[in-house]
Nanobody
């Protein structure tokens, strides 16, 4: 089992930046990929970004490409999401997830473990 804990969410003005962190514990050696998803009120959970734990290959949703950067730190078993040029449409609860197998990276059911989420609110 893998336990994930997100942190870093808060309120910020449009155009600002935030860095989210997701710390993993437990059977971290089983992780193949880690990802960030987000869910706004009344909307479905949507893919934001993903990184393969060993190779470090990243993938981003078109809506965040060029503004968000995902990175990983093996020593700390932590992934980060640097979010720049934030827009009001980025307001959501951000979830960290991990998969133990290389299933489709952009769909939630591919992931085996989830964090509790951290709220990001972007205002004008």
């Amino acid at each position: 089992q893998v336990h994930l804990v997100e942190s870093g969410g808060r309120s910020v003005q449009a155009g600002g930046s935030l860095r989210l962190a997701c710390a993993a514990s437990g059977r971290t050696r089983s992780m193949f990929r880690m990802a960030w998803f987000r869910q706004a009120p009344g909307k479905e959970r949507e893919f934001v970004s993903a990184v393969t734990w060993v190779g470090g290959t990243t993938k981003y949703a078109d809506s965040v490409k060029g503004r968000f950067t995902m990175s990983r730190d093996h020593d700390r078993s932590t992934v980060y999401l640097q979010m720049d040029s934030l827009q009001t449409e980025d307001t959501a609860v951000y979830y960290c997830a991990t998969s133990v197998a290389p299933h489709r990276l952009e769909i939630p059911v591919s992931y085996d473990y989830w964090g509790q989420g951290t709220q990001v609110t972007v205002s004008l």
